[in-house]
């Protein structure tokens, strides 16, 4: 089962999130999700126990825990649908739907002078 663990003291470090799930059971993998330019933890990760009743007992027990003074928010990882993933394709970037600005030939401003004739 993949458990997401928010609310992480940026001091807590993979090993000690390991170590604190496998009092429940065996962990297959942890990761503390970082900045891809600082390299500092974002406060989040993701723990896979290969047990999902010792998955869940963790969650249990774990879930407003307090690690270095800070109540962690510990829940089954739940993978986002499709359709509510950002996507950055397709001109979905936001902001490109601005109606109003005019498109082709209305340009606003480029009818100053009249008709000039096939020039």
Known sequence: MNI?????????????????????????????ITDKFTGRSKGFGFVEMENDEEAEKAINELNGASVDGRAIVVNKSEPKPEGERRSFNNNSRGGNDRGGYGG??????????????GY
């Open 4 to 32: 997401f663990v928010g609310s992480l003291p940026f001091s807590i470090d993979e090993a000690d999130l390991r170590e604190s799930f496998e009092a429940y059971g065996t962990v297959n993998s942890v990761k503390i």
């Open 104 to 117: 082709g030939n209305s340009r606003g401003g480029n009818d100053r002078g009249g008709n000039r004739g």
